[in-house]
């Protein structure tokens, strides 16, 4: 607080327009966050002049960092031809050609604004193929902000049930009671178990959604075992298997369905593909897409303002051309150095805390237990964890609330270390020297 005292300003002053000074609770702490005045390469100045290494990248949204030179110019040069048309942009095709060439499951795409926009019409469509009603995801997976999947997404142990046979419980008020009798939770990373739930309730399903790496474990990435078997059990019922791909699909050049060499019938994105602005997309089987064909109908109908817009287009493709595939697997190896440091750091000092990740993705975790679903998060300790977090703000290094983060192509090797014997400070006034 005393480090920040033109953030605290701001952050009373938007309490008298936003309810808590706040319109996006994942970048909401205490005291106050910080209010950021510039972002540049792997840095973000504040507004109290505070230089701070950005490991988190806005949600792993900037892959190439910040201010990126092949995206300024191409949003410049839109910005010369205009912000947005009521009819489609050239640039729009060769987007969506980018990305049906990389993504398996991909054979036809369409834009959207945001990630909860994608899953929503992904699940809709897999309604409408399927005539069926029902929905099935993983304890602790987030798909966004809309009803169907607002669900068992940070449930209270206490009502959550038997870890094999998951209740699906509200998220938080406003949500419908209807979800709770149409929405299925299954355990994550629990083949067998969510094998028998799906098989108890197939003829009613329409999907299956799930990431593939769950954010809200700490970038925890799924058993290629429970993929498959997800794969197999869906495939044999007729069921759409949709990966939420908002997050994963920065593991590799064609996501994590091509790192795990399994391919979903749907596919939901968003974060890389709009190089920094709001965007999201959902694809895949020719099959099921041709449910929006306008020429047919369509069948599902699917509007929005903003949907493909030439701007977004235009940083989209700038960010895409460049991570090729030897960046992705550069950010990916950086991923695993930070993986690698932050363990041996832990052993060092007996933290009672892991490391979780995959790729150029990565998360602390506050318990000495393995995580590898929900349950296994019961024993975290959050003091430490708010400690953390606070600690590498004052450090000069901002992760998420969850103290997870994310490597991107501006990282460096002295900005690693750098970041590493910071967290070794924090844990020494945290008593673990």
């Given amino acids: 607080a005393r480090a920040n005292p033109a953030s605290a300003k701001l952050n009373e002053r938007a309490k008298k327009s936003l309810p808590g000074g706040d319109s996006r609770n994942s970048i909401w702490w205490k005291p106050f966050p910080v209010y950021i005045a510039r972002g540049q390469g792997s840095t973000m100045t504040d507004v109290d002049g505070n230089e701070r290494v950005d490991f ?94 607002a669900v068992s997404v940070s449930p209270s142990i206490d009502e959550a049930g038997d870890e094999l046979e998951p209740n699906a419980l509200h998220d938080y008020e406003g949500i419908s009671d209807r979800v709770l009798s149409t929405t299925i939770v299954i355990p994550f990373n629990r083949p067998e178990a969510a094998e028998a739930i799906i098989r108890a309730n197939g003829d009613e399903i329409a999907a299956v959604i799930i990431e593939p790496v769950i954010g809200r474990l700490g970038m925890l990435p799924a058993n290629p075992e429970f993929l498959q078997r997800l794969r197999d059990v869906t495939k044999e019922l007729g069921i759409v298997l949709i990966f939420d791909e908002v997050i994963s699909l920065r593991i590799s050049s064609g996501g994590s369905q091509e790192y795990f060499g399994i391919t979903p019938d749907m596919t939901a994105m968003g974060k890389i593909i709009g190089g920094g ?131 991107s192509s501006a990282i460096t090797d002295d900005q690693i270390d750098g970041f590493v014997d910071a967290v070794g400070r924090v844990l020494e006034r945290a008593g673990y020297g």
Wanted: glycine content about 8%; proline content about 5%.
């Fill in 56 to 149: 988190i990248s806005n949600m792993t949204t900037l892959i190439l960092g910040h201010r990126h030179p092949a995206v300024i110019e191409a949003v410049e040069a839109q910005v010369d031809r205009g912000l947005s048309y009521p009819a489609p942009a050239e640039l729009v095709i060769e987007w969506a050609e980018i990305i049906c060439e990389r993504i398996p499951s991909v054979e036809k795409i369409r834009f959207v604004n945001s990630g909860t926009e994608a899953t929503l019409n992904a699940i809709r469509a897999a309604r409408a193929f399927t005539g069926r009603q029902k929905i099935v995801k993983a304890e602790a997976g987030y798909h966004g902000a809309h009803e169907d999947v």
């Fill in 277 to 407: 602005l709001p965007v999201g997309a959902f694809g895949g089987k020719d099959e099921i897409m041709a449910l929006f064909d306008p020429e047919s109908g369509p069948r599902v109908k699917h509007a929005g303002t903003f949907n493909g817009n030439p701007m977004t287009a235009a940083a989209g493709i700038a960010t895409l051309k460049s991570m090729t595939p030897e960046l992705f697997e550069q950010i990916g190896t950086n991923g695993e150095k930070v993986r690698e440091k932050l363990r041996s750091l832990i052993s060092d000092r007996e933290a009672p805390m892991g490391v979780t990740g995959i790729a150029s993705l990565f998360s602390l975790q506050f318990t000495n237990e393995q995580v590898v679903d929900y349950r296994s998060l019961e024993s975290a300790d959050q003091t430490l964890a708010a400690h953390m977090f606070i600690g590498m703000l004052n450090e000069g290094y901002t992760l998420s609330p969850q103290c997870a983060g994310n490597i």
